[in-house]
T-cell receptor, first 113, second 115 residues
Framework: AQKVTQAQTEISVVEKEDVTLDCVYETRDTTYYLFWYKQPPSGELVFLIR??????QNEISGRYSWNFQKSTSSFNFTITASQVVDSAVYFC??????????FGTGTSLTVIP | DVKVTQSSRYLVKRTGEKVFLECVQDMDHENMFWYRQDPGLGLRLIYFSYDVKMKEKGDIPEGYSVSREKKERFSLILESASTNQTSMYLC??????????????FGPGTRLTVT
């Protein structure tokens, strides 16, 4: 079974629209870590955020915000006022007690000028 | 800045060849990983290593082996390349402490084509 599900395969928005990327995870551990990565067309994955399971506070960084809800096992990512440079594939990932990381299949975001 | 470098961006090999993909990180990270990325399948873990000479199989280790003789270097070996190993290969490293797993830093990837 998938430990991390990103149900949205592709999303297109017009520049300046807000967009939310969904991430649902599955774990039985009480201690775990969640991550978001961005993979622009150049190919290199870039780390965006790390969140541990004990910290449910939402986080905002500029136009980016993350909503972590343990009750629904979700860690969603919102881009406000999207820009063309936000066009990329975004991956959500989960790490439990060991050294492994589990990635979702990614959401491809296209921002149309 | 963490730097993870991979020996080649693009590689073309023939079926049956032995292929070496090299990865080097400069941040003294304990953990290193090899993934392959295919359209629609996301990142799939091939092997990871949590210390020198230590390795563990990931989800798809068949047809691959790894070597970690030095902390900063993690090599992926395709003993006899096959066409179904045509893919993008990504190396990553991460810090591990008792506080848990920290984020992974990725290299630029190697796009391998086996003909």
């Amino acid at each position: 079974a998938q430990k991390v599900t990103q149900a949205q395969t592709e999303i297109s928005v017009v520049e300046k629209e807000d967009v939310t990327l969904d991430c649902v995870y599955e774990t039985r551990d009480t201690t775990y870590y969640l991550f978001w990565y961005k993979q622009p067309p150049s190919g290199e994955l870039v780390f965006l955020i790390r969140r541990n399971s004990f910290d449910e506070q939402n986080e905002i960084s500029g136009r980016y915000s993350w909503n972590f809800q343990k009750s629904t096992s979700s860690f969603n990512f919102t881009i406000t006022a999207s820009q063309v440079v936000d066009s990329a594939v975004y991956f959500c990932a989960l790490s439990e007690g060991g050294n492994q990381f589990y990635f979702g299949t990614g959401t491809s975001l296209t921002v149309i000028p | 800045d963490v730097k993870v470098t991979q020996s080649s961006r693009y590689l073309v090999k023939r079926t049956g060849e032995k292929v070496f993909l090299e990865c080097v990180q400069d941040m003294d990270h304990e953990n290193m990983f090899w993934y392959r990325q295919d359209p629609g399948l996301g990142l799939r873990l091939i092997y990871f290593s949590y210390d020198v000479k230590m390795k563990e199989k990931g989800d798809i280790p068949e047809g691959y082996s790894v070597s970690r003789e030095k902390k900063e270097r993690f090599s992926l070996i395709l003993e006899s390349a096959s066409t179904n190993q045509t893919s993008m290969y990504l190396c990553a490293s991460s810090l591990y402490t008792l506080g848990g797993n920290y984020e992974q830093y990725f290299g630029p990837g190697t796009r391998l084509t086996v003909t």
